[in-house]
Each structure stands twice: as C-alpha cells, then as structure tokens.
C-alpha cells in the first residue's frame, strides 16, 4: 500500500512536528510513505472567500502531483473535505479528479476506515479533552453530530480505546464550533474570537490537560486564545497523541 502524505500549507508552516507526527504513525502501522515535493496549498483558503474559479491552478497542480498513489492522507479535516467536495470542475481531468477524491483520506478516518486498525495500543498518561472540528465531523461524517439526534460515533474514540491511562473528559458542548472557519476568523475577528472563548472555556472547566483535535487549523485559533489569556493548558494534533502512544 503506496500512501501519498498531504500535508496542509499552515502544518507545514507553523507546526512541522504534526508531519512528522503522521508520518512516523503511518509507517508504524506498516505503510509505504511517499511526501510529493511538488505538492502545494489545496486552494481552500481563496474558495472559502468566494474565488472558487480562482484555485483552478491549485487544483491543477494537486491533481497531477498525487494521481499516481494507492491513498492520499492529510491530518487535516478541512482541506480532505475541500478536495473531495469543493475543487472546481477540472473538465480535461475529470476522470483523474474523480479518482483522487476518492482515495484521498482523513488521518482518523484513513485509520478506521482503510486500515481498519481497531484500537491503538499504547499508553499516553494525560486527561485530554478532543475538539472535533465542522468539516471533520459534519463534512466527512468522523463523528456523530447532537442536532441529527442520531447513534454517537466517533473515529478518533474508537482509536483512543485502547491507549492505557489516557483520560478523555465528557465535554459540556462537545460538537460546538470553535469560531475558526479559515477566513472567518478575519472578516468576523469579534465573533471569531468570542466563538473560541467560548469553546476553550468548555474544556478549562472540566480541567483537561491537553486539548486534542484532528484539524490542527481549530487548535491553532484555540490556543493562540487561550495564550493570549494565559489559560494553562496544552494543545497537541490527533496524530501526535497516537504516534507517542505506541513509541
């Protein structure tokens, strides 16, 4: 199995160790990485302000760069979701287009999914509280959302399960918006930033240690937050919880 790692243009940035984190995990579980030089930003941010058209080139340059792979696999909830469901019509490459949304995964969802991992075994001693993110859980389906009313179901629990002396606090609001939402947060900053207060608070009053997620964009925009109002807690990616549990 030939796995190409997307990696999103902010990870690569700002939070580097993330990559990693998922590349080390991967080959953990018996896969054949491959990180594609060529790869560059998805398009998402320019389609999120309104200039779909805009990121034809972007599309472009992700569909030749990662049609070759068996799968596609980002840490990243929001840019799988734009892929799959809001790239442009690539006409010429229709068929290479559909193919690549196909086979392009979540890191949680590529676990569960298509590795069929079950649970991770390892140990990682901390109370942590897990964010999921709109496009994760409401996009990809990763988890089960309050407002269907339907069965609770979650990818990255079920991953958890297994892991000794890891503590996964019961959220007041588990599946609320943090206030990021990619440009969002800079054409709405007051409702964006009260957004996040909001959702930090939900995981301070149940005294997590760590706050997890599977979009390192929420947690980014959470813990420049809870900095900025030295709330003392710590952030740390979904993929990086599971590669230190089984070190």
Known sequence: MEVALFIPCYIDQFYPHVGKATLELLEKLGCIVTYPMDQTCCGQPMANSGFERDTEGTTRQFLETFKGFDYIVAPSGSCVLHIKEHQPKMGDLSKVQKEVQS?????????????KV?????????????????HGQRGLRLSSSSELNETPFSK??????????????????KDECCGFGGTFAVSEEALSVQMGKDRLSDHLEHQVEIICGGDTSCLMHLQGIAERNHKPVKFMHLAEILNQAIS
């Open 118 to 134: 079950g649970t991770i075994k390892g140990s990682f001693p901390h109370r942590i509280g897990f964010h999921s993110s709109c």
């Open 103 to 115: 086979k392009i995964f979540e890191l949680s969802e590529f676990l569960t999914d298509v590795l």
């Open 156 to 173: 990255a629990m079920d991953l958890f399960a297994g892991i000794e002396d890891l503590e996964v606090v019961n959220l007041t609001r």
